[in-house]
């Protein structure tokens, strides 16, 4: 499951001068050659050997690395043992991230924006001047609108300095589609109940569960480090694993119960569950008497949701049903019903999160060894000395009062598609200038059209990234970022079950003009103005003080690039302390906080939309080879996986005369194509769906390394639906037909 190492082999047989022409082709006669050479080209001269350690950010797990360098170039990146992410062990993405600095298509220099958007036509520019013009047009648009107008997109770490200019310069509107796009329903719905939620990394307990129930989450496939080896350490254990998925996937291969549920019926199969659990009186009593509220009025709700009641509607045996919930019930408080990360599936999320949220208290698990252990964190200080921030008179744009109460009640972040909405719509007040940072957005936001109806609508697009992606395409000024092995980034203090301080610190000077977001950040701060938010002379100066701050060594962070700090006990039984931060202080079985907003108190069923006749459900999720979009065009996972793939039924195949390897289009019920993908014909997935990973059909032609790689899934996506609790956007609401190419 994991590599050691990857060593510097040749990459692919693309000539100097082959490659030369295509990037001189790409950015316009008025590239040259100092702007387009290979990595390389700075050569230099270093000999030997040496480490550094750092952290990865082929994903946002961030785990620690040691990276070596053999005669000035990267040579292999390593797990760092000292890590208690990584464990001294990196994922395939993690060890082959040197694919990421060696892309022949990466960005540059800056360049500013010559043709239509979308052409990607740009001319080459000096950092100052693509700086002047971006900070000349940011203040303009926030003379006539306000710095409100000015909304940032970000995912990831190395966003931080950039966030802070901007949030310096007085805009509230910053966004990840993390949130709406991913966790964020059920961020929400653990909220609702625990009045907290399981957080980045997640506080679960795999390593010592017992019973491990996944709905509709692939560890293995989603290759978060940490998670996987836990779930390995917990299956060498012998724990029972509990899948649902219409899909059988690499963790339903290691299930016991692998129960295939009708896409969109989750709620049903959770609500018969806990009735089963709570009938039978097999439920942790005494956690739900002292820590529960409504627990009667919650009984009440799921009296009539017996396991006979949702067999029809989820298509799984009743008995299956109760044979699970005792199964989970029988090894509580050691049952870990896992939250998930990407639940934005069909559009009641933040219920069917705040369902799974439900199944756990009934196991009393929360705090509690195997279920979900109270995590540790450190805490910097984000940025010590520098003022607060201004604060907007006009608020966020993304989620405004509409009839005397917020359009999503109980987002606690900013969503996207609530930005996307008011750059179109001028509502409440005008959007005109995106800032987007490291995320894709045609990709990373379903509904291609409407995303770009909104850049459309801007005046001022800049974007930051490390390679050409489809946004970039639109944007007024591209700004090319070092990849993290040539970066300095702020520090990771995240919360996990040991106390840790993670580095990242450059390994390798950036080979062309590519500049750290901290630099950028500092940079465009001191154009907008807001110079005294960067007190500091470089970015060491700044990590040197909040270590200081912190009581820690900095020298000792630098040459280890991980420090542990004072361990805490994370479960109840030996001490920890858990409080639950709902308005009752108790765990809120009966939500008075939905139900005074006039949503539904305990979660409810309602049956999925059917799609059009002759059309299947898709489906989307992750290989354990790329990380979303980003890492398509890295030549050392593209190996592994060049294009995505549609699953399908084996019998539907034989319906559609389609064989495996044949070549199709996806096309969905609003008339949108995808590009051509192969059929994977397997007995592996229900007949009414179809599946394929998130992530390809790039359209970035500058990008050539992904371009056209497989099938968007985001292009597919035009039918959302929306979380009415916290704007979260599905994307399995969407029905796809396959039409064989000629
Ligand atoms: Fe890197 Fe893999 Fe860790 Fe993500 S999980 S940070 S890609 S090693």
Known sequence: MFTESFSSAPLAALSRRRFLKITAATFGAAATASQVGCVADKVTGEKGIRTVATTCDVCFWKCGVIATVRDGELWKLEGNPLDPLSRGRLCTRGTAGMGMREDPYRLRAPLIRTGERGAEQWKVATWDEA?????????????????????????????????????????????????AQCRGPRDVGFNLTFGT??????????ANAKTLVLIGSHIGENMHNSQVQEFADMIRAGG??????????TAASKAKYWLPIRPGTDIALLLAWMNVIVREGLYDREYAGKYGEGFDKFSEAIADKTPEWAAGEIGVDAELIRTTAREMARTRPATLIHPGRRTTWHGDDAQRSRAVALLNALMGNWGRKGGFYVPNYIGLADFPGVPAYPKSTKGKADNPIIDG???????????????????????????????????????????????????????????????PS?????????????????????????????????????????????????????????????????????????????????????AALKAKGILIGKQAPIYIDDGAEVTYDTPSGKVEFWSKQLADKGFDPVPKYTRPDEGPPGSYRLLT???????????????????????????????????????NGTRVKLRNQDGVESG?????????????????????GSEAKAWKGAYRKGASTAQLSTRVKIDPLMGGTSIHTNFVTLEKMA
């Open 131 to 179: 700086l002047d013009y971006a900070a000349e047009r940011l203040k303009k648009l926030a003379a006539q609108h306000g710095p409100e107008t000015i909304a940032f997109f970000k995912h990831g770490i190395g966003a931080y300095y950039v966030e802070h200019a901007l949030k310096a310069f007085g805009t509230p509107n910053v966004a990840a589609p993390s949130f």
């Open 197 to 206: 939620n399981p957080g980045t990394p997640e506080n679960t307990d795999i």
């Open 240 to 249: 029972t694993v509990i899948v649902v998925d219409p899909r059988h996937s």
């Open 405 to 467: 109460r917020k359009r999503w009640p109980f987002a606690d972040q900013t969503v996207t598609t609530g930005l996307r909405e008011a750059t179109i719509t001028g509502q409440p007040y005008p959007v005109k200038a995106w800032v987007v940072d490291a995320t894709n957005l045609l990709q990373s936001m379903p509904d291609r059209r409407r995303t770009l109806e909104a850049i459309r609508a801007l005046d001022f697009l800049m974007v930051i990234d490390t390679v």
């Open 470 to 554: 489809e946004i970039t395409g639109y944007a007024d000024v591209v700004l090319p970022e070092a990849v993290y092995l040539e970066r300095w980034d702020a520090i990771n203090d995240d919360s996990l079950r040991t106390p840790f301080l993670a580095l990242r610190q450059p390994v390798v000077a950036p080979p062309h003009e590519q500049k750290p977001g901290w630099w950028i950040g500092k940079e465009l701060g001191r154009r907008l103005g807001v110079e005294k938010y960067f007190p500091w002379k470089d970015v060491e100066e700044c990590l040197r003080v909040r270590i200081a701050e912190g009581g820690y060594d900095w």
């Open 621 to 659: 999720g992750r290989a354990p080879m790329h990380t979303f979009s980003r890492t398509v065009g890295n030549a050392r996972v593209a190996q592994l996986m060049p294009e995505n793939k549609v699953w399908l039924n084996a019998a539907e195949a034989r319906k559609l005369g389609l064989a």
């Open 676 to 696: 051509p993908v192969p059929v994977m014909v397997t007995e592996r997935i229900r007949p009414e769906c179809v599946y394929l990973v998130h992530g390809f």
